[in-house]
């Protein structure tokens, strides 16, 4: 049986395992501990978290179902030491689109933990780990910032780094407006199905946030707030409501249910019906995380390379 099972596993792509011979003895232990948290057990493989996450969607180098399976078979070993577990960036769109409502994006946050605890990497990998995602913000507001004007077809070396590295004080483009706005009238729709007025500001929705590393780059609060101060119109010629991942966990966290994923919809689709951007805007960052995506997941790979030991 156990050969049979790693003949099946090895048939999956990019994962590292290779079939072979050797009977599978799992740690029991630590696979109920991930079942609990992660809900592996009730995976069928119908592939919906492949379709739903943006990672996969733009460099096909991250399987969340494939990641699910190894766990299920009680690969832990192999699965704390492949860089896959890496690349997630917890949108939760793995979750949202699971119909026995597994998390995949669990499981990657537990094999991490995993990882460091058993010392395959340092602390100061982690560090520099999370920073990256923080500065990968940066290139995520210039491109659509980028993307207001025209498509990303390609971005050098030097861009790059540029878009990463620089604060956001420097960024080479600025948002524009485009001539076909409609009236300003339209700018005050409500926003009450998504319970702004009952923001405090105790800045629970920012601290879960899994993409506010830099505040001037995206922070569901200050989004929040500017709305509730009637500043609007700011936040629709701004890059910052494009970032917003819909992993919702601004909502499960809020004590006073404010959805900030409602209100960034809500400037979303007001951006695009008075015209400060135009319809196809989503189709164009959609084309372009298939640029960026990849060179972020080179530097992670970069960073493993430097600190795995």
Sequence with gaps: MGSQKNA??????????????????????????????????FCWTCGTCDNGCPVSL????????HTVRMAVYGLIDEL???????????CRQCLHGCPNLVKPYELHQHLQMEALFRGIYPKKFFAAYRELLSQFQRVRWRTAAHCFERGLDLISDTTWYKWLRAPLRKA???????????????LNSSFSDANNLRCFSCNECSGCCP?????????????IRMVNLGLTESLLKSPAIWLCLRCRQCIEACSMTV?????????????????????LLPIRLLEADRIIYPKLLDEIDTLIGLYAR
Excluded: M
Aim: glycine share 8%; with cysteine.
């Design 172 to 186: 080479i483009y600025h948002p524009i407006r485009l001539n076909n706005r409609q009236k300003e009238a339209q």
């Design 80 to 90: 704390v030491s492949l860089p896959n577990i890496w690349y997630c960036i917890s």
């Design 211 to 223: 993409i506010r590393g830099d505040g001037a780059v995206f922070d569901p609060q200050k989004i």
């Design 259 to 279: 959805s900030g994923y409602s209100v960034i919809e809500h400037l979303q689709r007001q951006a695009i019906d008075n015209g400060f951007v135009d319809p």
């Design 8 to 41: 099946e596993l090895g048939r999956y792509q990019g994962t590292g395992v290779q079939a072979s011979n050797t009977l599978i003895i799992p740690d029991w232990d630590e696979r109920q501990a991930i079942a609990l948290d992660a809900g592996i057990d």
């Design 58 to 65: 733009a460099t096909g180098r991250l399987r969340p179902q």
